[in-house]
């Protein structure tokens, strides 16, 4: 879902920035206000976590394997407005020193994958565990339904900034200069893989971990 | 049974990560001239170039500014084959096969230029139309060759900036584009703190791999590994707790300071003005604003 640089053109990557910016103001503030000086290396390790969280290759159908982007997770764990600037984080060192999504579309990627993915799973997570024990299975399920949900806003969001391009982002002659599927292709494309493939995989990761924890160490589960 | 390649492919992973950081200090040690450049100017000029490859609507002009990444990375002492290698792999070539069917008349309508196959009648589902013929069209091949060629140059340069700096002053870079201090913080103690990670997960695979006769069901396999990711977890936790008392030990009280010094020369206001003004004139003769 990384969307790489060239991918989005000036108008789209420049208005994505500008959407992103007060998301990471207003998470800034709520943290600076509840961390303050323990903000830095919290956030920092929040941070080293999500980027390893995709690492953990899981088996999924005959030999194939899939991994977690892990923001409904993160913001199970850390809280909503840790898990953006953590994410964030994440997937500025995965633009800036990994070529892993372009350094022009980090306002887009953090929006698609730190921002919706975090604010949306722990909203939806939130709704349905309601004021159930910590230790119910209710929150597993909870976690599962909000981290299948958050993925494919995001894969959505991915899907309409791309399709967008044909459409806003042409040469004076009319064609296409990033790219180049409307969005009755690239929305689909998209939508389609994760609604039936890494929506599941991320559901699964989610609630085998808060299952873990459940058991292990509820306190964690506190946020 | 489930198969022990999710095990691979994480160790996998982690050595790929390893590997860039190694690489990306050795060449970053080099004498060469991107080396030589205060980060400060330039980080700005790659990101202006950045910038710039976004806007240029030509394929010469995106050749051009391609051309000039292969000279720097020649002055700078990167291996070009190696160079070529990190930066055509993956990216480029995945923006290449995806789109291919974007040069055909299916997505990109235009005037034909090789007919690959024929039907008795052009066919409509919905938004989707097949017409009667399917054709690589003029249009769409120069719509997948100017994507592609900005895909490539937009990489080339990202590659060549990680290659020619430490990650550790690519941060302090950022503290010159007013990036706020506390994330510039954040941004460089996660680069170090992801490294302990890697090497606390790479020590549970291998110790799990060693032990492994034969694999487990796929669903015992899922339980371990959410069993891995709450355990880094909690040590993350633990860590930051750690990381955090023994800064307070060491007189922290809330400022971040910085301890890089930059020292810019001649040169770097040169580079910076020789960057700007030749990617001023590429974007200007491009419009038709000069010549």
Redesign the interface.
């Known amino acids: 879902m990384h969307i790489?640089?060239?991918?989005?053109?000036?108008a789209t990557?420049a208005a994505m920035y500008a959407v992103t910016i007060p998301f990471w103001a207003v998470a800034?503030w709520k943290l600076n206000r509840t961390l303050?000086?323990?903000?830095?290396?919290?956030?920092?390790?929040?941070?080293?976590?999500a980027?390893?969280?995709m690492?953990?290759?899981?088996?999924?159908?005959g030999?194939?394997?899939g991994h977690a982007t892990g923001a409904t997770?993160i913001a199970i764990?850390l809280g909503p407005w840790a898990a953006v600037?953590a994410v964030s984080?994440?997937l500025?060192?995965q633009?800036?020193?990994?070529?892993d999504g372009?350094?022009?579309a980090i306002g887009a990627n953090c929006f698609n994958m730190a921002v919706v993915g975090a604010l949306v799973g722990y909203g939806v997570y939130r709704l349905i565990a309601a004021r159930s024990e910590i230790t119910s299975r209710r929150r597993v399920a909870a976690g599962a339904i909000a981290a299948y949900v958050s993925l494919n806003v995001s894969a959505l969001l991915t899907g309409i900034e791309l399709g967008l391009q044909p459409v806003f982002e042409r040469?004076?002659s009319g064609?296409?200069?990033?790219?180049?599927?409307?969005l009755?292709?690239a929305v689909p494309a998209l939508a389609l893989e994760h609604l039936l493939l890494f929506g599941i995989v991320e559901a699964?990761?989610t609630a085998?971990?808060i299952?873990?924890?459940q058991k292990?160490?509820p306190d964690?589960l506190k946020q | 049974m489930?198969?022990t390649?999710?095990l691979d492919?994480?160790l996998l992973?982690?050595t790929h990560?390893t590997e860039?950081?190694l690489f990306?200090e050795k060449f970053a040690n080099r004498r060469g001239f991107l080396q030589s450049l205060d980060i400060r100017f330039q980080l700005a000029t790659f990101?202006f170039i950045?910038?710039l490859?976004?806007?240029l609507?030509t394929p010469q002009s995106l050749w051009l500014v391609y051309g000039a990444s292969l000279l720097l990375a020649f002055f700078s002492r990167i291996p070009l084959r190696f160079f070529l290698m990190r930066v055509w792999l993956f990216?480029p070539i995945f923006?290449a096969a995806i789109?291919l069917p974007?040069i055909l008349n299916i997505?990109?309508p235009g005037d034909n230029l090789w007919v690959l196959v024929k039907f008795s009648h052009p066919h409509t589902w919905?938004?989707?139309h097949i017409p009667a013929e399917i054709a690589v069209t003029q249009?769409g091949l120069?719509?997948?060759v100017?994507?592609v060629s900005?895909?490539a140059?937009?990489?080339s340069y990202?590659?060549l900036f990680?290659m020619t700096h430490r990650?550790s002053d690519?941060f302090a870079g950022l503290r010159a584009l007013f990036v706020?201090r506390?994330?510039v913080?954040?941004?460089s103690?996660?680069?170090?703190?992801?490294f302990?990670?890697?090497r606390l997960?790479q020590d549970m695979y291998r110790a799990r791999k060693s032990r492994t006769i034969r694999p487990f069901p796929?669903s015992i396999?899922?339980?371990w590994?959410?069993?891995?990711?709450?355990i880094?977890?909690?040590k993350?936790?633990e860590?930051?707790e750690d990381?955090?008392k023994a800064?307070l030990s060491r007189g922290?009280?809330?400022e971040?300071r910085s301890i890089n010094r930059f020292h810019s020369r001649f040169v770097d206001y040169l580079w910076l003005a020789t960057v700007l003004m030749a990617g001023g004139i590429l974007l200007m003769s491009e419009r038709g604003i000069v010549w």
């Open positions: 790489p640089d060239g991918y989005l053109g000036p990557y800034s303050k000086a323990k903000q830095a290396p919290y956030l920092a390790i929040g941070a080293a976590f980027f390893v969280i690492m953990f290759n899981i088996p999924i159908i030999g194939t394997t997770l764990l600037i984080a994440a500025i060192i633009a800036l020193l990994f070529g372009g350094i022009t040469s004076t064609r296409p200069l990033y790219a180049p599927y409307p009755s292709v699964a990761i085998l971990v299952r873990y924890i292990n160490d964690m | 489930a198969s390649t999710f492919k994480t992973a982690i990560v860039q950081a990306s990101l950045l910038v490859i976004s806007f609507h990216v923006t789109v974007a997505v990109t919905g938004p989707y249009q120069w719509t997948g100017v994507f900005r895909v140059a937009s990489v990202a590659v990680t990650w690519i706020p506390v994330l913080m954040t941004l103690m996660t680069e170090r703190y992801l302990v990670f890697l997960i796929a396999e899922r339980s590994i959410a069993s891995r990711i709450g880094t977890f909690r993350s936790v860590m930051s990381v955090y800064m922290f009280h809330g971040f």
